[in-house]
């Protein structure tokens, strides 16, 4: 559900994406457990979308998550375990 919103369906937008992506652990699944932190993230922050909290949690422990609209994001990651954000 993710790459719905960085995909755009068109190949030739889509290339430098799907470089970076062939880099990437992609997560096939969301675990109950997962939705669970997610679910977590979300009421320790009291903001952000499902998909957000989500992404956070996919992070932990210390991973980055890439965004392009930090303020949900950050708020979030200031309940998890050593996630950062970087703004792209």
Do not use: W, Y
């Amino acid at each position: 559900m993710v790459l719905v919103e960085s995909l755009r369906g068109d190949p030739a937008r889509d290339a430098n994406t799907n470089r970076f992506l062939k880099t990437c652990i992609i997560q096939p699944e969301v675990t109950p457990d997962m939705a669970r932190r997610a679910a977590e993230l979300r009421r320790r922050a009291r903001t952000g979308s499902a998909v957000d909290a989500l992404i956070v949690a996919l992070a932990e422990p210390d991973g980055t998550v890439l965004t392009g609209d930090k303020a949900d994001i950050e708020a979030l990651a200031a309940h998890a375990r050593g996630v950062s954000v970087e703004l792209i």
